[in-house]
């Protein structure tokens, strides 16, 4: 499956984005969906994740409460809508798939086979 980013922009402060993930090349509601980001000098970081079920979220704590998972079937994509942003937010955003991660490996960025290029995301104080 191919991945592609988007959606990450310049935003002040407490304000608003929202990422896309277009999936192409296979039946992207068989994968599981993850977003992770990495800053300048940082490893990369779990975000937020969504199961092939699409029944909830699970969030990274630093996101918890801010940030939103979902996805949408039928065009193929998932949105991570990231809401009051903070400064320390921005990074560049990635989201990866794989269909076949345990729920205890759903934070482990090795456990993910399809990786998108990245999104930059940056929140100005």
């Known amino acids: 499956v191919q991945l592609q980013a988007s959606g990450g922009g310049l935003v002040q402060s407490g304000g608003s984005l929202r990422l896309s993930c277009v999936a192409s090349g296979r039946t992207f509601s068989n994968y599981n969906v993850g977003w992770f980001r990495q800053a300048v000098g940082k490893d990369r970081e779990f975000v937020a994740v969504v199961s092939r079920r699409g029944v909830s979220g699970i969030y990274a704590d630093s996101v918890k409460g801010r940030f939103t998972i979902s996805r949408d079937s039928a065009k193929n994509t998932v949105y991570l809508q990231m809401n009051s942003l903070k400064p320390e937010d921005t990074a560049v955003y990635y989201c990866?798939?794989?269909?076949?991660?345990?729920?205890?490996?759903?934070?482990?960025?090795?456990?993910?086979?399809?990786w998108g290029q990245g999104t930059l995301v940056t929140v100005s104080s």
């Open positions: 990866a798939a794989d269909a076949n991660i345990i729920y205890s490996s759903f934070r482990t960025e090795s456990e993910y086979d399809y």
